[in-house]
Each structure stands twice: as structure tokens, then as C-alpha cells.
């Protein structure tokens, strides 16, 4: 930070003279304690609290333009002795078209003529490209306050450039890591100049070489190819509205980060506005869909690993239910079809029994199951894959198709090939029906961390199994529950009926990956 415009490693990094005149004055942040614009805040600091309190105590403000985006720059009123003082700072292209002399490093005034502006905007670029936010500081001296701030801004003074840098935060470089490999697509949208935004950018990660930073005025071309730039700078909140537009027509979903004002319109308009808790806007806060609360990349990221998380743990929920109970209707209604003989298939008893042991525990131990380690590394789910969609449901019912049949298929095998009486059969088939649709809690889990890793899912899968064997086994059981003693051979029938569907689910399973790893390797030839 220094008073003149000189590159910036010559610079004394305190603000003194009229550059701390103007980054003290024209400044909205408050001092005690410091509370407003991150970037006002350091200008305070770098002049100082105590002198700028000084310099606030002295030059009480008339009037004042806040920072407007079409302008890029704020104009401040104040008293000066017996006249007035204009200050203004902004971004240096445009504050400098209002400028017509500069104080030098010496404290000369000098005009400022058209190799003056070059040598002070390259040594703004400068800057910029080492990663700084860099604004232009200027003022005039009135004799007394003029009716209109506006009229008045013109035939400034440049008293110097200050340049901000914001180093990353440690984990911003993994958290953009992250969500590349997630699949998800992360854009820079800033007002700030391209060489700020460019140099961020790569520290980050963002910006790859070959890629190049997508400047606002480029925008209103309407090329579509643009679109894919991963760094957009001096982008003003409507074309910020108009780009979150633009990749929402898309078909993207489109999720919004920012503090200020001027970020309000597309934190409205994306799919999920999310707005910083500790430096943000009132109007932020009150635009966006959530707030995070230490203005952090990374808990964005977390969050979206959680919710991920979350989803697969309902999905199996979902899974296991629809297709646990869609195999209940599809025994009492194909018995009835198949074998009229046998009356009420299941009895009510019975099946409210079923519905105790394989509705309850084994759901809530499927909702605690842990999140896949590669979880940040799959592509975003479609929007057309929804929990319960007709391709979904089809899969289920498939699955659902496999238990009843297994369970059908004992009762059969009980009644026609060991000549068992119904009641028998049907008690075997009540067995294999609760065994089948336990086991299946696997299936719907699609264990990634282990088969083992989820000890409440195996204690509910194994008390409900030996609930069932002692509502079979227990003689004085029968009666209620309209079961049978079952001897060695029909054990062995139960054990390989329950089994069956999670085996040729797992079967299914693996031939369809041989022949999608075959289907690509093909494609890939051709």
C-alpha cells in the first residue's frame, strides 16, 4: 500500500498523507470495533484505527454516493476547514477518467498526461496480477459544498493506488479439489480485474493453463462458449443474473455464492443461494436459500458431501421398503392366483409380524449406515434420477418379483414335491418371505465400506431372523401364529429361499458391469 502510483514492491506498506485521507473517509466500515467490506476494514487498518478516528473527528461527511457497479467506484462529501473536500476511490480505469493531475511520490502536483495514465494503470495490472485488489484513491479541494456531489466529481486529483491481497485459506486449494472431482463445476464470478481474478484463480487451482478469464463486456456478444470459462471478472450483479441465467437454461443447476448488495439478484434467481454469515449483507442474507457462518469454501463442500451422504442413506431406506413390502403384495396376490386351494395366504397375524421385524429396526439401522469413502468422487446425480421415478420403481419391483418368488416357490416346493399339508406349506412360506426380505437390507445397501462395517444393521437383520426361527420352533408359538415344527430338510429350504434373491440380485449385478465394461471398451475402439 502506498501513496503513489508506483509499482507496488516499492511501496511502504502503511497509508499516510492523502492516500490515508482517502482510505479513512471514503470508507463505510466502522471502527469500533472494525464491522463492514473486508476491503474497507483493511483500508482502516493499513491507515490505522486511531488516525482514522482522527481523521473522521476532523472532516465530518456532507455527503456521500455509495459504490455503484455501473460506476465501479464511491464519492464521499466531507468538511475542510472552510471548505469541502471531494475524495473518491474506485477502480483505477475508472476513476482515472475523472482524474487531470497526480501527486507524485515527492509530493509534487503534476498533470496528468496519456503516458502518466499508461505507467499507472501497468503498474495497476501489476498489482493485480500478483493477486491484488487494487483501488485507485483520488480527491478535490472545493472552496465551499457544492449543491450536486455528482457535478462535482470531475477534476480529481490521483493521490495513489492501494493494493489488498486476501491469501486463500488453507483448505480452499482441497476444497476446489474436491468439487472438480465430485463433478461439480466451479465458476469465479468477480468484479474485480482479470489479472486479480486470473491470479486467484491459479493459486487455487480454478484457472488450468490454456484457460483464459471471460471479461463482463464480453458477455453481452451472447456467445454460448463463453459459458464454459471457469473465471468471469469486472462482471457487473446484471450480468452476474444474466450468466446464472444463461446455465440454468442450460439445464445446470446452479448454486450461488456472495456477501454483498449487488449479489442479491442471482442469489435469488440460482437453485441454491448461499450467503456468507459473517461478512455479508443484510440484503445477502435475506436473499439467499442458507447462510454459512465462517465464510468458508470448504463448509460448502462439506455440506455437499453430507448431503450426499444423507440421500444414500434415504435412498436405501426407500429401497428396502417399497420393495420389502411390494414382495409381501406380490405373495398375497400371485397365491391366491396360483393356489386358490390355500385360502387367505398370509394371515393378518402374520403379517403385521413381518412388518415388525423387517420395517423397523433394519430401516433405522440402514439410515445410520456410514458414507461411502468415494463418495465426493461420483458425478452429480441426474435430475431425472428421482427416489421414486418409473425407472426406479420398475427396478424394484423386480427385486420385489425375486423374494415373492422364492417365497412362492417354497410353497410349492412344500405342497407338490413333499406332499406337506397348507397349513405346513404356508408356514414355510411365511418364514422364507421374513428371511428373503431381511437379507435384502444388503441389497438395498449396496455395501461399499464393507459388509460387515454396519453392526446395527447386522444385529437387526440377525434378531429379526431369530425372532422368526422362535415363532417357528417354539411349539407353544404355533397357535398364534399359525406355524409349524419344520424338520432339517425344510431348514435347509428356508436358508436357501431367503438367500436366493440377494444371490441373483448379486449375480444380476455383476453381469450387467461385464457386459457395461464390455459396451465401453467396444465404444471406445469404434
Not at 461439480?184 to 482479470?194: A, C, K, W
Not at 451472447?222 to 470459462?229: I, N, P
Not at 406337506?420 to 418371505?433: G, K, N, Q
Amino acid at each position: 500500500l502506498g501513496g503513489s502510483p508506483r509499482p507496488f514492491s516499492e511501496l511502504d506498506p502503511t497509508l499516510s498523507g492523502p492516500v490515508a485521507e482517502v482510505a479513512a473517509l471514503c470508507n463505510d466500515a466502522s471502527l469500533a470495533p472494525p464491522v463492514g467490506d473486508p476491503l474497507e476494514i483493511a483500508l482502516l487498518e493499513g491507515v490505522g484505527l486511531e488516525r482514522a478516528a482522527t481523521l473522521r473527528r476532523a472532516h465530518p461527511r456532507l455527503d456521500a454516493r455509495p459504490f455503484d457497479a455501473d460506476t465501479r467506484r464511491m464519492c464521499t462529501l466531507h468538511v475542510d476547514g472552510p471548505g469541502a473536500v471531494l475524495l473518491v476511490k474506485g477502480a483505477p480505469e475508472a476513476v482515472l477518467l475523472l482524474c487531470t493531475d497526480v501527486i507524485r511520490a515527492d509530493g509534487a502536483r503534476v498533470p496528468l498526461g496519456r503516458g502518466e495514465r499508461q505507467a499507472i494503470l501497468r503498474s495497476a495490472t501489476a498489482m493485480a496480477e500478483r493477486g491484488m485488489r487494487v483501488l485507485a484513491l483520488a480527491r478535490r479541494r472545493l472552496p465551499s459544498p457544492p449543491a450536486d456531489i455528482d457535478a462535482a466529481e470531475r477534476d480529481l486529483t490521483l493521490v495513489g493506488l492501494a493494493g489488498m491481497r486476501d491469501p486463500l485459506r488453507s483448505e480452499a486449494v482441497d476444497a476446489v479439489a474436491d468439487t472438480r472431482s465430485a463433478g461439480i463445476r466451479l465458476v469465479m464470478v468477480t468484479g474485480d480485474h482479470p489479472g486479480t481474478a486470473a491470479a486467484i484463480a491459479e493459486e487455487a487451482g480454478l484457472l488450468r493453463p490454456g484457460e483464459r478469464v471471460v471479461e463482463g463486456a464480453e458477455l453481452e456478444s451472447g456467445d454460448s462458449d463463453l459459458l464454459e470459462a471457469p473465471v468471469f471478472a469486472r462482471v457487473d450483479p446484471q450480468q452476474k443474473l444474466e450468466l446464472v441465467r444463461a446455465l440454468q437454461a442450460q439445464g445446470q443447476v446452479v448454486a450461488v455464492t456472495g456477501d454483498g448488495v449487488n449479489d442479491a439478484p442471482a442469489l435469488r434467481q440460482a437453485d441454491i443461494g448461499v450467503a456468507m454469515g459473517r461478512s455479508g449483507s443484510d440484503v445477502a442474507r435475506e436473499s439467499a436459500d442458507m447462510v454459512i457462518t465462517d465464510d468458508n469454501l470448504a463448509t460448502i463442500v462439506t455440506a455437499v458431501r453430507e448431503g450426499r451422504a444423507i440421500y444414500d442413506n434415504i435412498r436405501k431406506v426407500v429401497d428396502y421398503l417399497v420393495a420389502g413390502n411390494l414382495s409381501e403384495i406380490t405373495v398375497v396376490i400371485g397365491t391366491l392366483i396360483l393356489f386358490p386351494a390355500i385360502g387367505v395366504p398370509l394371515l393378518p397375524l402374520q403379517l403385521l409380524w413381518i412388518n415388525l421385524l423387517t420395517d423397523g429396526l433394519p430401516a433405522i439401522a440402514l439410515g445410520l449406515d456410514r458414507a461411502d469413502p468415494n463418495l465426493m468422487a461420483r458425478a452429480p446425480r441426474s435430475p431425472s434420477d428421482r427416489l421414486l421415478g418409473g425407472r426406479r420403481l420398475g427396478l424394484l419391483s423386480g427385486r420385489a418379483a425375486l423374494i415373492a418368488g422364492s417365497s412362492i416357490g417354497s410353497l410349492a416346493v412344500e405342497r407338490f414335491v413333499w406332499h406337506e399339508p397348507w397349513a405346513h406349506a404356508r408356514a414355510e412360506m411365511f418364514t422364507v418371505l421374513v428371511v428373503g426380505h431381511l437379507l435384502y437390507a444388503w441389497v438395498a445397501r449396496r455395501p461399499t465400506t464393507g459388509l460387515l462395517s454396519n453392526p446395527w444393521l447386522i444385529a437387526a437383520v440377525a434378531g429379526g431372523i431369530g425372532l422368526q426361527l422362535l415363532v417357528v420352533a417354539w411349539p407353544a408359538a404355533h397357535g398364534l401364529f399359525a406355524t409349524a415344527h419344520l424338520p432339517p430338510r425344510e431348514w435347509l429350504l428356508v436358508g436357501v429361499g431367503g438367500a436366493l434373491p440377494v444371490l441373483l440380485r448379486a449375480g444380476a449385478g455383476r453381469a450387467y458391469g461385464a457386459v457395461a465394461a464390455v459396451w465401453r471398451s467396444a465404444s471406445q475402439r469404434r
